[in-house]
């Protein structure tokens, strides 16, 4: 309800999409219109809107085909593993639990607990919370894991596995091709983008449309990393210091 009260007072008031968004994620819950508050703790309705869309997808009934008949099957070693694909649940409620971690963190990881010598197919798969798997590269390579840090859904122990005992869905795809980012996680990024824009362009007016400085150098290439860093950190410590 204070969500919506909130909403409707943006609405009396302002009537332009930006200023919705910005009520809705900065505003009375989270500390005053002046601070771009973290949407988990300041309103409940996004867990709920998670929970929703992992509901929905969990809804969705599926088929298992036969690839010469392209028939439906019943029964079988397959069809009983995606109805039950660990002994606590559900193939409904396993996958309303992976996807609701997947829109939370931006990663759903599955734990694949070991392979049949009978049936070809795990003897389980269950699916693990946000930051129980970290990916342990190979050397400085971006790419190629020797394998994932992974803390067990069942005896808490930590341990490194093989990479294909981990399969992960990733939400959105970042620069890193094994970690992803979720669509809250993207909303605030777009969110925080528009407001420094828009304080940006106020302090541009407010100068005369004219930059306060400009940084000049002679040569060619001759600022080092290190320096580049210097105005930019400093740019950044500027952004923080108005937002608190």
Not at 18 to 45: E, K, N
Not at 122 to 139: D, E, F, S, T, Y
Not at 147 to 162: C, E, I, L, N, S
Request: overall charge positive; hydrophobic content about 40%.
């Amino acid at each position: 309800r204070r969500s919506s009260d909130l909403i409707g007072r943006a609405l009396q008031t302002r009537s332009d999409v930006s200023a919705v968004r910005q009520a809705w994620l900065s505003g009375a819950d989270v500390g005053g219109g002046d601070t771009l508050g973290d949407p988990y703790t300041g309103h409940g309705l996004v867990f709920r809107c998670v929970n929703l869309i992992g509901m929905a997808a969990a809804a969705v009934p599926f088929e298992l085909l036969d690839v010469q008949t392209d028939q439906p099957q019943f029964d079988g070693e397959l069809v009983r593993f995606w109805e039950k694909p660990n002994e606590y649940m559900t193939f409904q409620w396993f996958t309303r639990v992976w996807l609701m971690f997947a829109v939370a963190s931006g990663n759903g990881d599955l734990f694949v607990d070991g392979m049949s010598p009978i049936t070809g197919l795990p003897k389980r798969v269950i699916p693990l919370a946000p930051g129980n798997a970290q990916p342990r590269r190979r050397g400085t390579s971006t790419w190629v894991l020797d394998g994932w840090d992974v803390t067990h859904p069942v005896t808490g122990q930590r341990r490194m596995v093989p990479p294909e005992q981990v399969i992960r869905l990733q939400y959105a795809p970042t620069a890193d091709p094994h970690v992803g980012v979720g669509p809250v996680q993207v909303a605030r990024l777009a969110a925080s983008a528009d407001r420094n824009a828009a304080l940006h362009n106020f302090n541009s007016m407010r100068n005369g449309g004219t930059p306060p400085g400009v940084l000049t150098l002679k040569g060619v290439n001759s600022i080092r990393p290190e320096q580049r860093q210097h105005p930019e950190q400093r740019e950044r410590n500027a952004l923080a210091r108005h937002a608190r």
